[in-house]
């Protein structure tokens, strides 16, 4: 499985943003699918995931503003961030899971896309 993230940019403070993550084999519809973020110097954390049935998990902090959803057909996973901050600063990962099921580990993810740069000014 092959993942390609897009739809990362430069957005003001309150801003809207939404990411898409497109993958290469119609077999990530039976794997959950997450996206994590990195901000500079700091470890890789996880954001958002939805399972194959579409039960969808959050990190606390973020679950008010950004919203996880997927296309099975287009094998497509999106994450829409509303009411960006500046601590929203970060590359954003797209990973499929390694079962239908994979929740917050990133040690439960077996594919990576290459992660695209989300920057927020103030």
């Known amino acids: 499985v092959q993942l390609q993230a897009s739809g990362g940019g430069l957005v003001q403070a309150g801003d809207s943003l939404r990411l898409s993550c497109a993958a290469s084999?119609?077999?990530?519809?039976?794997?959950?699918m997450g996206w994590f973020r990195q901000a500079p110097g700091k470890e890789r954390e996880f954001v958002a995931a939805?399972?194959?049935?579409?039960?969808?998990v959050y990190a606390d902090s973020l679950r008010d503003r950004f919203t996880i959803s997927r296309n099975y057909g287009a094998s497509t996973v999106y994450l829409q961030m509303n009411k960006l901050k500046p601590e929203d600063t970060a590359v954003y990962y797209c990973?499929?899971?390694?079962?239908?099921?994979?929740?917050?580990?990133?040690?439960?993810?077996?594919?990576w896309g290459q992660g695209t740069l989300v920057t927020v000014s103030s």
């Open positions: 990973a499929a899971g390694r079962s239908a099921y994979s929740g917050r580990d990133m040690g439960g993810y077996s594919y």
């Open positions: 084999k119609r077999t990530s519809s039976n794997n959950a």
């Open positions: 939805v399972s194959w049935k579409g039960d969808t």
